[in-house]
């Protein structure tokens, strides 16, 4: 199985500040989530472990499987939001704001980072890791787990785009024979 769990909270999340690939670490709540995903997960036995580079993505994962060797892969850093980076969500430019109430419909700005580059790079990793065997768990960020998310549900027509994702939200996949299948959402209960 292949566990994908976004990051716990950090004071920009808190916030409601686009940190994009700003390097903040977990807040105590943020500790405390991923805590409660330790919780969740900890029967699982994890072959493999990968982690975006940002702070936040690696302590996740680090408090989830402590003393686990972490593989830290680009491919799962943050969206690029350019100069959108630390743009608060309730005061946004009015292009970003357009972008956000449609991702389907609307590009993103100049600037920031393509979806389909962020769903290609995200493509290229699980394509990479689907001759795996064994459980892995991928600590990641929102849109760069919205992008896998798509990448595995080629019917989903955009439909992750929109959809929320808290902190230390857990999707999973089966993963059979280099066959990747459709995600699920894991119940966020001990």
Known sequence: MIYIIRHGETKLNKANV???RSNYPLND?????AEVAAEILKRINFSYVFSSPLVRAVQTAEIIVPHTKIIV???LIEMDYGQYEGATLQNMPEELSIFFND???????EGMEPLQDVVKRAGEFIEEISALEGNILIST????????LE???PDSNGSYWAKYIGNCAVYMAENKGRHIGIPISMPAQV
């Open 29 to 33: 709540d943020g500790k405390k989530q």
């Open 73 to 75: 892969d680009d491919r």
């Open 151 to 153: 990448y595995l549900t």
């Open 141 to 148: 960020h929102a849109i760069a787990m919205k992008g896998i």
């Open 18 to 20: 686009l940190q994009g």
């Open 103 to 109: 991702f389907i419909h609307n590009p993103a700005p």
